[in-house]
Each structure stands twice: as structure tokens, then as C-alpha cells.
């Protein structure tokens, strides 16, 4: 059904993120699965930024940041100033009353409200893949390329759809995802690790590197971490951890883009 005349698809998306966000904002920040995620990320943000290196720094969403602690902790250590934006205003608020120093605003990353060559590096953590058809993506990614300064970097990552899980994910219809239980917020298009690159290069980027990232199986791993929660067991949490971290040593397997729920690519603006 089309949106009502006095509604704009931009104001009608906002309001879909707000309803779909709002509820899982009253969860208990710092999850086990959240928690494994940040470490997972964190770990790629340690790989390809320097500490107290990077300049001035865009992160293109802050739901991390709003759920537990995020990638705001390591960004503070490497980047001179760092700008976040999202779209949904319970997010915003969130992360801004947990990172007070953040700059932040509302924004959607398709329309980035900077000036061209304002950073030097953007961090852009699953952010692009939940929009509804591929040429957002590119929309995204050439608005990222204009405010990034020449020799800039992008750290990006995107659901990896070469991953039968993600593939079919992305196949079957979103209520029927969250009725089972294995969503909580719309997905969107995506890309496998060729797609991306050839958006990249599209777009004008230079493609550094490649990595999968998330080789754990995804669904199964969050409700165990749901179960343990419940539990209240903080030695069986740190066990579960442990041994979701173990699964990451896929990475270096020939099978990576198979496994890996994430392809992470770090990206330069000549």
C-alpha cells in the first residue's frame, strides 16, 4: 500500500526504524551476543585504524553504540574528533546520553549533511545493507566518497550474501522472519564480496582489503545467548564467549566467504 499523500518515504522509513528500534533499546545494555559482536568489530577497528592516528572520523550509524558499548571506546583512542549520525531518534538520543563527546546528528547516510572532504576516515558498520534495493547502497557509498578527503579510508562492513543463511534470509519476507524469531529489524539488499567491490570501484573507492567476519552460526548463538542471559550465570557467559570466539579462526579458512556472516573491506579515496 503507497504511503499517504502527506507522508514522505523518507518520514515513513524514519518511523518504521523508530518502531522497530524503540523496543529493543529497553533491553539491558552489554548482551553476550552484543558483546561478541563489539568484539568481533573491535577487532577489525584495531587492525585497520592506528591509535591516534586517524583524524577526523565519520561513524555512519550508532545503533552499536546505543545497544552496549560499540565501537565508540576504540574510535575515541585512534580519531582527533568523532561525528556519528542515524536516522532513528531513540538511537541518537541513546548513544549520545551514553558518549556524551559525540557529535552527533540526524541524518540519513544516503544524504550526508557534510561538507565534501570533511574526514579523513568513515567507519560504516552494517549500515548499508538495510536499505530496500542496491542502488541505495551506491547512493550511500558515492555520498561517503564526497566527504571523504583524497587518501581517506573507509572501514565497511555489509551482510555477506554469498552465506547460504544470509541468502536465504534475504529470500523469505520480513514478518515471517520475525514471527520465527531470527530477526528483529528489517533486513535489506546486500551484496556478496565481488558485488561489493565492484560498487566500490564504482563509486570511485580503491579496494585495500577483504576479510569475512562472524563465522559463528548466527541465530543459533544469539538465543543461546538470550537463554543464558535468562540464566544468570555470568561463569557459563564467559565460557559461551570464549567459544564463539574460537569460531572466528574461519576466517583464514579458504571457505572465509562462506562462513563469514560479514564481508569487511577497508577502502581508500584516491
Given amino acids: 500500500m503507497p504511503n499517504p499523500p502527506h507522508v514522505t518515504p523518507a518520514v515513513a522509513e524514519r518511523r518504521r526504524w523508530e518502531s ?3 523496543p529493543l533499546l529497553g533491553d539491558p545494555p552489554g548482551g553476550l551476543w552484543r558483546r561478541h559482536s563489539d568484539a568481533v568489530n573491535g577487532a577489525l577497528i584495531a587492525r585497520w585504524l592506528a591509535v591516534g592516528a586517524e583524524g577526523d572520523l565519520l561513524k555512519t550509524d550508532l545503533y552499536d553504540e546505543a ?3 560499540g565501537l565508540y571506546p576504540l574510535l575515541e583512542a585512534r580519531a582527533r574528533r568523532i561525528a556519528g549520525i542515524d536516522i532513528v531518534m531513540s538511537v541518537l538520543s ?9 557529535r552527533a546528528a540526524a541524518a540519513d547516510v544516503r544524504c550526508l549533511p557534510f561538507a565534501a572532504a570533511s574526514f579523513d576516515v568513515v567507519v560504516s558498520n552494517s549500515t548499508l ?3 530496500g534495493a542496491r542502488g541505495d547502497i551506491l ?11 583524497p587518501g581517506g579510508r573507509l572501514v565497511l562492513t555489509m551482510d555477506n550474501l554469498r552465506h547460504p543463511a544470509v541468502a536465504l534470509r534475504n529470500a523469505l519476507p520480513f514478518a515471517a522472519l520475525r514471527r520465527l524469531g531470527l530477526v528483529d529489524y528489517p533486513v535489506g539488499a546486500t551484496l556478496g564480496p565481488r558485488g561489493i567491490a565492484r560498487m566500490l570501484r564504482h563509486a570511485g573507492f580503491e579496494v585495500i582489503e577483504f576479510v569475512a567476519l562472524l563465522h559463528c552460526p ?4 544469539v538465543r543461546k545467548a538470550r537463554r543464558l542471559e535468562r ?7 564467559e565460557r559461551f564467549l570464549r567459544r564463539l570466539s574460537r569460531w572466528e579462526m574461519l576466517a583464514r579458512a579458504p571457505t572465509r566467504f562462506l562462513t563469514g556472516h560479514y ?5 581508500r579515496k584516491p
Avoid: E, Q
Avoid at 94 to 102: D, I
Avoid at 139 to 149: E, M, N
Fill in 20 to 22: 522497530a528500534m524503540r
Fill in 67 to 69: 545497544m552496549g558499548d
Fill in 94 to 102: 541513546t548513544a549520545v546520553a551514553r558518549y556524551p563527546a559525540l
Fill in 129 to 131: 545493507d538495510h536499505f
Fill in 139 to 149: 547512493d550511500a557509498l558515492v555520498g561517503i566518497h564526497r566527504v571523504l578527503r
Fill in 218 to 221: 548466527r541465530a543459533l548463538a
Fill in 231 to 237: 540464566t544468570g550465570a555470568s561463569a557459563n557467559g
Fill in 263 to 267: 564481508v569487511g573491506v577497508l577502502a
